[in-house]
Antibody, heavy 118, light 108 residues
Framework: EVQLVESGGDLVQPGGSLRLSCAAS????????MSWVRQAPGKGLEWVSV???????YYADSVKGRFTISRDNSKNTMYLQMNSLRAEDTAVYYC????????????WGQGTLVTVSS | SYVLTQPPSVSVAPGKTARITCGGN??????VHWYQQKPGQAPILVIY???DRPSGIPERFSGSNSKNTATLTISRVEAGDEADYYC???????????FGTGTKVTVL
C-alpha cells in the first residue's frame, strides 16, 4: 500500500525557518515526480515545488529563492526547507506524487500545518 | 503565469448532472487533471488525461477538454459528491504546475 506521511509543521515566527519531511512507503520516491502543494486556511490549492525523478527542481514564483526541495533516497523521504518565512506561507502543506510528469497527482499525504505568526 | 478559472460554486439536485468548467488560454492544448477534496481531507485524483478515471472512481465522473475550456461532468449526482473540485495542468514552458481556483459543489 502506498503511503505518504508529512511531518515538521509547526508555529514559527516571521523570518524563521522550518524543514518539512515526506516519508514514503509502498513506492520509491526517487522514481516518481514528487511535489509540495499547499493550502492556506479556507483557500484553494497552490503548487509549491517539484523534484523530478532525474533530480531537476522547479519552484513557484512565490517561494523561489526561499524554499528548497530535496530528497534522501536512502531514507525514501522528500524534504522542503523553508527559509525567510512570511505570514502568507501559513498553510497546510501536502506532499503529492506522480508516476511520471503530467500524469496527475495520484498520491497524497495527509498534510502538515505550518503557521507563521509572531 | 498560466491561470485557470473555475466558477466558485455549483449547486445540483440529487440524481441530476453537475458540470464544472475550467477556463484557460488554449487549455485544449494541455492535459487536464481533476481532484475532489472533502473538508479536512487531502485531495484525490478523479480524472486524469482529460477523461481517464483512476481505479475506484465511479463511471459517473467524466471529463472533456477543448479550445479554452475543460469540463468535469458528474452524472447522477449523489450526496457523497459534495466537495470542492480543482482542475490542474502542467505548464510546459515554465515547468510549473497550476491549479484552478476551485469549485464548491453543493448537493441540494
Amino acid at each position: 500500500e502506498v503511503q505518504l506521511v508529512e511531518s515538521g509543521g509547526d508555529l514559527v515566527q516571521p523570518g524563521g525557518s522550518l524543514r518539512l519531511s515526506c516519508a514514503a512507503s509502498g513506492f520509491t520516491v526517487s522514481r516518481k515526480y514528487m511535489s509540495w502543494v499547499r493550502q492556506a486556511p479556507g483557500k484553494g490549492l497552490e503548487w509549491v515545488s517539484v523534484i523530478y525523478s532525474g533530480g531537476d527542481t522547479y519552484y513557484a514564483d512565490s517561494v523561489k529563492g526561499r524554499f528548497t526541495i530535496s530528497r534522501d533516497n536512502s531514507k525514501n523521504t522528500m524534504y522542503l526547507q523553508m527559509n525567510s518565512l512570511r505570514a502568507e506561507d501559513t498553510a497546510v502543506y501536502y506532499c503529492a506524487g506522480e508516476d511520471w510528469n503530467d500524469r496527475g497527482f495520484d498520491y497524497w499525504g495527509q498534510g502538515t500545518l505550518v503557521t507563521v505568526s509572531s | 503565469s498560466y491561470v485557470l478559472t473555475q466558477p466558485p460554486s455549483v449547486s445540483v439536485a440529487p440524481g441530476k448532472t453537475a458540470r464544472i468548467t475550467c477556463g484557460g488560454n488554449t487549455i485544449g492544448d494541455k492535459v487536464v487533471h481533476w481532484y475532489q477534496q472533502k473538508p479536512g481531507q487531502a485531495p484525490i485524483l478523479v480524472i486524469y488525461y482529460d477523461n481517464d478515471r483512476p481505479s475506484g472512481i465511479p463511471e459517473r465522473f467524466s471529463g472533456s477538454n477543448s479550445k479554452n475550456t475543460a469540463t468535469l461532468t458528474i452524472s447522477r449526482v449523489e450526496a457523497g459528491d459534495e466537495a470542492d473540485y480543482y482542475c490542474q495542468v502542467w505548464d510546459n514552458p515554465s515547468g510549473h504546475y497550476v491549479f484552478g481556483t476551485g469549485t464548491k459543489v453543493t448537493v441540494l
